[in-house]
């Protein structure tokens, strides 16, 4: 079993919406920092969100700014990422990391020491 499980991927209509979590099996404890990115096959991983434990602040990859939400629930030691409005292009294999430094690029994955083994979202008519 993973330090992190992502769960709530699927396949949805374009327009339709998903919410993703991140349960963290050890706890919240210790990291500073947590983001969502995603993959697609032959592709460079793109960092989506991102959230600081301490503070909340939170960023967002232009294609998804206004779309998806990231969220943290500290007493279920859980990570969300509400998807909503969901294009063909949002199709991926979406990651939940960690990173016990708070990230200077928190879009950039190099900042993560913990990933998740992530979750198919398939956005298709």
């Known amino acids: 079993q993973g330090q992190v499980e992502e769960s709530g991927g699927g396949s949805v209509a374009p327009g339709g919406s998903l919410t993703l979590s991140c349960t963290f099996t050890?706890?919240?404890?210790?990291?500073?920092?947590m983001g969502w990115f995603r993959q697609v096959p032959g592709k460079e991983r793109e960092g989506v969100a991102s959230l600081y434990s301490f503070g909340g602040h939170t960023e967002y990859a232009d294609s998804v700014n206004g779309r998806f939400t990231i969220s943290q629930d500290s007493t279920k030691n859980t990570l969300h990422l509400q998807m909503n409005n969901l294009k063909p292009e949002d199709t991926a294999i979406y990651y939940c990391a960690a990173a016990q430094f708070r990230p200077r690029s928190p879009l950039i994955g190099t900042e993560y020491d913990t990933w998740g083994r992530g979750t198919q979202v398939t956005v298709s008519s």
């Open positions: 050890r706890g919240l404890f210790g990291f500073n920092g």
